[in-house]
């Protein structure tokens, strides 16, 4: 009976220890958020199959009598982690033990113990009951996040306080941002101890422990990326920070999921300019406006780019010409894509507002180095590598098409689509796709139906598990060829 009462036990545990992997899996990879994770998720069967349906058949052993339940459970529970173990081999981005999730793990560890102590000495089943372990110890792990996360702000902020002279500049938009930062980071250097944000870290959470954990005293600037699911989420980061300068670069339909509606997206991007200590602001010229901009928000806005010429974008680097105080000025980069000319320009006019020479800045930008992910050009093993996979707007792809059809040899492209937005928008991509590449490589299933129904005359290849991708390109691909990583979406897309 023991025996039978320990395999029980063991099989209870392993299920809940599954179950709660897989959920906070999900929550990692959408910011904590249980309402993204439940209605927002790119592959919502996977609840399905990893959670309801596994639960369901949980909750119905227990009605099964007691030597048939137990195998049953015991089965379930070997299935389970079986199951679990396949699904994580697979995902390219899989859960990351941070503090957080330890801190979770332990809390369901003590639940969970408590619970068979209370059910051994009440003489109650404990299986069912385990279930209330886990959700006890989801409810109290966020209580005790938010507890954590309210200290931690009150201690960034007497950071910020005690350092009266750092000069906050902040970074929104729907396309460039990361880039317009680091542009901005590498030109500001010339001049002024500089630190940015670090990768994509651009929500209040990440910014709040940015400061505590790596903004030094000693620091000049500080610039700031600042990104948005909701309406709301910038105008949090505004008020905190209250930057002296904000940057807005390009707003497009991004996030349409989330925000439902253009003008939505227009409005959260200008929370920025909510900062109480706002001297001035460079917008995007082409960008919408939102309709309620005060006369005196109005006023502390530069427009960039003021006017440019004689763009020239090619697979070795960007030169542009721009009309500065009544003269035009030419600018060298090793930087790709013809849009990233409107991301330096307002780089190179922030400089200009900050007290850096023209001369300092065209030397700079021609120095800047391309960023990881973003047009990044890598000649290697007798192949030409785009890695774009951080670009994941209509725009920015298209713009990396137009460089790859100026290669002369074979093109290749590995792509998703365009995760966050339009049916049309993944349209036009294909058919920008069709006119360019020999072999188009389909990753995931979210996009796969759209691009390949409008992919006409490219060979076309459809893969659903990202695991044999390198396989793949090395069965398809020839020396010398060009390969363009575009959007290159986690596997849970």
């Keep these: 009976m023991e025996d039978k009462l320990i395999i029980a036990i063991i099989a209870q545990w392993l299920f809940i220890f599954c179950l709660a992997y897989y959920v906070m899996t999900n929550l990692q990879w959408y910011n904590y958020s249980f309402k993204r994770v439940l209605l927002m998720h790119h592959k919502i069967q996977w609840h399905f199959y990893y959670a309801i349906l596994p639960l369901a058949a949980y909750i119905g052993i227990f009605f099964i009598p007691n030597q048939t339940g137990l195998y049953l459970l015991l089965a379930l529970g070997a299935l ?10 697979r995902l390219d981005k899989r859960l990351v033990f941070t503090s957080r999730v330890v801190k979770f793990f332990i809390i369901l560890l003590i639940f969970m113990i408590i619970n068979e102590i209370l059910c051994f000495f009440l003489e109650l089943e404990s299986a069912l009951l385990s279930l209330m372990a ?22 960034a902020k007497e950071k910020l306080d005690i350092m009266s002279n750092l000069t906050i500049i902040s970074v929104t938009g729907s396309y460039g941002k990361t880039s317009i930062k680091n542009f901005l980071a590498q030109i500001l250097r010339e001049k002024y101890s500089v630190y940015a ?46 930057p002296q300068y904000a940057v807005i670069g390009e707003i497009g339909e991004q996030h349409l999921e989330y925000f439902k509606s253009l003008d939505n997206i227009v409005e959260t991007k200008f929370e920025l300019l909510q900062s109480a200590r706002l001297k001035k602001a460079f917008v995007f010229g082409d960008n919408p406006k939102p309709s309620h901009l005060s006369l005196d928000t109005e006023s502390k806005i530069r427009y960039f780019p003021d006017k440019v010429r004689n763009v020239n974008a090619t697979l070795e680097g960007t030169t542009f010409e721009l009309y500065i105080n009544n003269q035009w000025y030419l600018f060298e980069t090793m930087i790709l894509g013809a849009f990233n000319v409107v991301n330096l320009s307002a780089a190179i006019y922030v400089g200009l507002e900050l007290g850096l020479k023209i001369e300092e800045i065209q030397k700079s930008v021609k120095r800047i180095q391309p960023i990881p992910h973003r047009l990044n050009k890598i000649q290697t093993n007798q192949k030409i590598i785009i890695d774009d996979g951080f670009n994941g707007n209509l725009k920015g792809m298209k713009e990396a098409i137009r460089l790859c059809s100026l290669y002369q040899g ?72 060009l390969v363009l990583f575009s959007n290159d979406a986690p596997g849970y897309i």
């Design 410 to 481: 074979r093109k290749i492209i590995v792509t998703p689509g365009i995760i966050e937005s339009t049916k049309e928008a993944n349209i036009e991509l294909a058919e920008a796709i069709d006119k360019v590449f020999d072999i188009a490589i389909i990753t995931g299933e979210l996009n796969s139906k759209i691009l390949a129904s409008h992919i006409k005359t490219t060979q076309k290849i459809i893969i659903k598990d990202k695991s044999i991708l390198e396989d793949m390109l090395k069965s398809c691909s020839q020396p010398n060829d």
């Design 80 to 89: 389970y982690f079986l199951g679990i173990v396949i699904w994580t081999i």
């Design 134 to 155: 886990l959700l006890f110890a989801s409810v109290i792990s966020k209580i005790y996040e938010n507890t954590l996360l309210n200290r931690f702000i009150i201690i």
């Design 197 to 242: 944000t670090p990768r994509s870290v651009n929500t209040h959470t990440g910014i709040v422990a940015d400061i505590n954990k790596n903004l030094d005293y000693t620091t000049e600037i500080y610039i700031a990326e600042a990104g948005a699911r909701l309406k709301g989420d910038i105008e949090v980061i505004a008020k905190f920070l209250n």
